[in-house]
């Protein structure tokens, strides 16, 4: 069976500080990965997703980026924090486009 | 594009009563409709999904819903609600060639003794 994992589980970082948070799947093959974060009342906002190895398409501007190193791992990044990114981080990843998307247990990040 | 609206931000509710947690889509071509429960600083689960077929769709622990294409609609219901139901409930949308969710903004139920 599939499973996705996420780490750290939680993470208090300082305003201008580096960010890194990483995803992995297991249990199957070239899934779609997708980023989200959650903000308090906000529900889920897609921050990236990403098709393949290398691939990686960004629906909001913003100071995070992500990559996508091998098939099965995805990472969230940033190269300097703000109050702004404080949130719960959620992966997801699904086999194929328009089905299920099967989420991470998350990451809660707090900026001070 | 898609949208979703949860109606109701929060809906408590007491123990062993009937719930429903409504949901309404905005969308221009067919789509696919999800319910997903967050427990507290946990990930998301599927609850249940709306692909094609017959409209009443049943899930784990004890919910349904229905899709009501006439009404954009994918109401969850639960005809008697436990203490351990007490979660944030999501509908999502998206459509067979959609990349990603659109979530609605979620409901929190509260289900008290």
């Known amino acids: 069976s599939q499973t996705i994992h996420q780490w750290p589980a939680t993470l208090v970082q300082p305003v201008g500080s580096p960010l890194s948070l990483e995803c992995t799947v297991e249990g199957t093959s070239n899934p779609n990965l997708y980023w989200y974060r959650q903000a308090a009342g906000r529900g889920l906002q897609l921050l990236f997703y990403s098709v393949g190895i290398g691939q990686i398409s960004s629906e909001v501007p913003q100071n995070l980026s992500a990559s996508r190193p091998q098939d099965r791992q995805f990472i969230l990044s940033s190269k300097k924090l703000l109050l702004s990114d404080s949130g719960f981080y959620l992966c997801?990843?699904?086999?194929?486009?328009?089905?299920?998307?099967?989420f991470g247990p998350g990451t809660r990040l707090l900026v001070l | 594009a898609q949208s979703v609206t949860q109606l109701d931000s929060q809906v408590p509710v007491f123990e062993e009563a009937p719930v429903e947690l409504r949901c309404n889509y905005s969308?221009?071509?067919?789509?696919?409709l999800f319910w997903y429960v967050q427990y507290p600083n946990q990930g998301l689960q599927l609850l249940l999904k709306y692909l094609s077929g017959s409209t009443l769709v049943k899930g784990i622990n004890g919910f349904e819903a229905e899709f009501n294409k006439s009404q954009t609609s994918f109401h969850l219901r639960k005809p008697s609600v436990h203490i351990s139901d007490t979660a944030e409930y999501f509908c999502?949308?998206?459509?067979?060639?959609?990349?990603?969710?659109?979530f609605g903004k979620g409901t929190s139920l509260l289900v008290t003794p």
């Open positions: 999502a949308v998206t459509h067979n060639s959609g990349y990603a969710l659109n």
């Open positions: 969308s221009s071509v067919s789509v696919y």
């Open positions: 997801a990843w699904t086999a194929q486009v328009g089905g299920t998307q099967y």
